[in-house]
């Protein structure tokens, strides 16, 4: 367990990240920076490592900090629903999966441009390269399509 009131140094270690990240989480209003003592050195509590350790584990399952910050403020809200939480839970899921359906349309078309190239030759005559310099077919504009047509 960690010990209360620790250097930055020991919160960081206590909590998995760098001395940096707990600077960067303080600049954006997501722990507070304790005051600075006569002695010179802040100090920690161990709620500030559990918070930091929540705004991680909220980061690795694709939350924002800005959406880690609305998640701490649920959580601080004694007014706040378990239902306001899984309905951010539900749109974060929606867009991962929107995500991992980009990806896969990605996959298709490069899967389509590796078949279609001959797999030597002279890099001019490449059909992969020729391929990303067609504009999509029926698209408006080159970022409007994710994936390429043979013609």
Same mark, same amino acid.
């Given at each position: 367990?960690a010990?209360a /009131? ?6 960081a270690?206590?909590a998995?990240?760098r ?8 600049r954006?209003?997501?722990i507070?920076q304790?005051?600075?003592p006569e002695s010179?050195y802040?100090?920690?509590?161990d709620?500030?490592?559990s !918070?930091?350790r929540?705004? !991680? ?6 939350f924002s900090?800005?959406e880690?910050?609305e998640?701490?403020?649920l959580?601080?809200? %004694?007014r706040?629903?378990?239902g306001d939480?899984?309905?951010?839970a539900?749109g974060?899921r929606?867009?991962?999966q929107a995500k991992?359906?980009q ?5 298709a ?7 279609s190239?001959?797999g030597?030759? /002279?890099?001019?005559?490449c ?8 504009? %999509? ?6 970022t409007?399509?994710t994936t390429?047509r043979?013609?």
């Open positions: 367990m010990k /009131n620790m250097t930055i140094g020991r919160a270690k206590a998995g990240v001395i940096a990240t707990i600077r960067f989480y303080e954006r209003g997501l507070a304790p005051r600075k010179g802040r100090t920690y509590p709620e500030t490592v !918070r930091i929540f705004i !991680r584990q909220a980061q690795e399952i694709g900090l800005a880690v910050a998640l701490l403020s959580r601080a809200d %004694p706040a629903d378990c939480v899984r309905a951010r539900i974060k929606a867009e991962v991992l359906d990806l896969t349309q990605i996959r078309a490069l899967d389509e441009l590796i078949a190239c001959p030597g030759g /002279n890099v001019r005559a059909t992969i390269l020729d391929a990303m310099q067609r504009e %999509p077919a029926g698209a408006e504009t080159a409007s399509s390429f043979s013609r």
